[in-house]
């Protein structure tokens, strides 16, 4: 089995569970416009391509709505006030990079939220265990394009052939694809063990122990 001296991990549903944040921020804006509100299980199908695409399929009218862009910025300054009041790193994640981080891993956060939120996360909550985070800016292709991950890549200094892309979905099975880089997938996810198990992969994991032997 190989072993990976950097890592790139897809930030929500992989080291973070942060579906109760963002259903607060899409029932808010809903509730202000008299939209219909949604349950965490309809959030969970919906995340996966950044912010922008969650608060469309949210509103009725998608992006076609004359007052989306309104909508969205109140969605992106509610969500930044109250990013952090529910979220929670998943079981074991800490103790991940904790034990990478001592073996001379270095690893970096590609996220579809927006730049700010994902610099903020990384800081609150893993501060130097993850040596830098990319999130979406201005005129920058969301995953699965590989923009975000060469950015990441650069900034650690990684080797694509010493590199491992870890991702909870089938948007992070495809942007680990685009960049030409091995995929871990792990189930604890905002995805279906049955949706991931079709995606191609390197490993499926069920728990950090399992993520733990790749480095």
Same mark, same amino acid.
């Given at each position: 089995?190989?072993?990976?001296?950097?890592?790139?991990?897809?930030? /929500? =549903?992989?080291?973070?569970? &942060?579906?109760?944040?963002?259903?607060?921020?899409?029932?808010?804006?809903?509730?202000?416009? =008299?939209?219909?509100?949604?349950?965490? %299980?309809?959030?969970?199908?919906?995340? =996966?391509?950044?912010?922008?695409?969650?608060?469309?399929?949210?509103? $009725? /009218?998608?992006?076609? *709505? $004359?007052?989306?862009?309104?909508?969205?910025?109140?969605?992106?300054?509610?969500?930044?006030?109250?990013?952090? /009041?529910?979220?929670? $790193?998943? *079981?074991?994640?800490?103790?991940?990079?904790?034990?990478?981080? &001592? &073996?001379?891993?270095?690893?970096?956060?590609?996220?579809?939220?927006?730049?700010?939120?994902?610099?903020?996360?990384?800081?609150?909550?893993?501060?130097?265990?993850?040596? *830098?985070?990319? #999130?979406?800016?201005p005129g920058m292709n969301v995953k699965p394009a590989p923009d975000a991950v060469y950015q990441a890549m650069d900034s650690i200094g990684a080797k694509s052939s %010493?590199?491992?892309?870890?991702?909870?979905? /089938?948007?992070?099975?495809?942007?680990?694809?685009?960049?030409?880089? *091995?995929?871990?997938?792990?189930?604890? #996810?905002?995805?279906s063990r049955e949706l991931l198990e079709q995606k191609q992969h390197i490993a499926l994991?069920?728990?950090? &122990?399992?993520?733990?032997?790749?480095?």
């Amino acid at each position: 089995m190989q072993t990976y001296k950097y890592a790139i991990f897809d930030m /929500d =549903g992989t080291l973070l569970n &942060s579906l109760l944040d963002l259903r607060s921020a899409v029932n808010f804006v809903c509730e202000k416009y =008299g939209h219909k509100i949604f349950s965490v %299980e309809e959030i969970r199908k919906m995340v =996966g391509n950044g912010n922008r695409k969650l608060m469309s399929r949210a509103l $009725p /009218d998608g992006e076609n *709505d $004359p007052l989306f862009e309104e909508k969205f910025d109140l969605f992106k300054k509610y969500y930044m006030e109250h990013c952090k /009041d529910q979220t929670a $790193p998943y *079981d074991g994640i800490e103790d991940l990079l904790q034990k990478i981080r &001592s &073996s001379g891993v270095k690893s970096a956060i590609v996220s579809n939220k927006y730049d700010a939120a994902v610099r903020e996360m990384k800081e609150s909550y893993f501060g130097d265990l993850i040596d *830098d985070a990319f #999130g979406v800016k201005p005129g920058m292709n969301v995953k699965p394009a590989p923009d975000a991950v060469y950015q990441a890549m650069d900034s650690i200094g990684a080797k694509s052939s %010493e590199t491992v892309y870890i991702g909870d979905s /089938d948007v992070d099975a495809e942007t680990a694809k685009n960049a030409g880089l *091995d995929c871990i997938l792990v189930t604890w #996810g905002f995805r279906s063990r049955e949706l991931l198990e079709q995606k191609q992969h390197i490993a499926l994991v069920d728990n950090t &122990s399992e993520l733990e032997k790749f480095f």
